[in-house]
């Protein structure tokens, strides 16, 4: 099993920033990618970026050019840096990987990011 803990969420400001954290714990072996994802109130949960373990990133258009994912392997943390915040972008937004043995997919408890106008 692996364990994500998501911090520093809170309230920001629109053109402001916001940066997010996700450290993962337990069996970490069991994961070489991890994300994050993004639900507001009344919509699905939505991906927002991705890193594998060689740092490579993919990002929703919606978020690209101002969020930046990035992590450190030595700490098995992975943050996501937001920055030009829009009010869009408020949401729960979720820490997750999947497991590389199985088809389960691991899931932080979320963190509540408001941005306000």
């Known amino acids: 099993q692996v364990q994500l803990v998501e911090s520093g969420g809170g309230l920001g400001q629109a053109g402001g920033s916001l940066r997010l954290s996700c450290a993962a714990s337990g069996s970490i072996f069991r994961i070489n990618t991890m994300g994050w994802y993004r639900q507001a109130p009344g919509k699905q949960r939505e991906w927002v970026a991705t890193i594998t373990k060689v740092g490579r990133t993919n990002y929703a258009d919606s978020v690209k050019g101002r969020f930046a994912i990035s992590s450190d392997n030595a700490k098995n943390t992975v943050y996501l840096q937001m920055n030009s915040l829009q009010p869009e972008d408020t949401a729960v937004y979720y820490c997750?990987?999947?497991?590389?043995?199985?088809?389960?997919?691991?899931w932080g408890q979320g963190t509540q990011v408001t941005v306000s106008s």
């Open positions: 997750s990987a999947p497991d590389i043995w199985s088809s389960a997919r691991y």
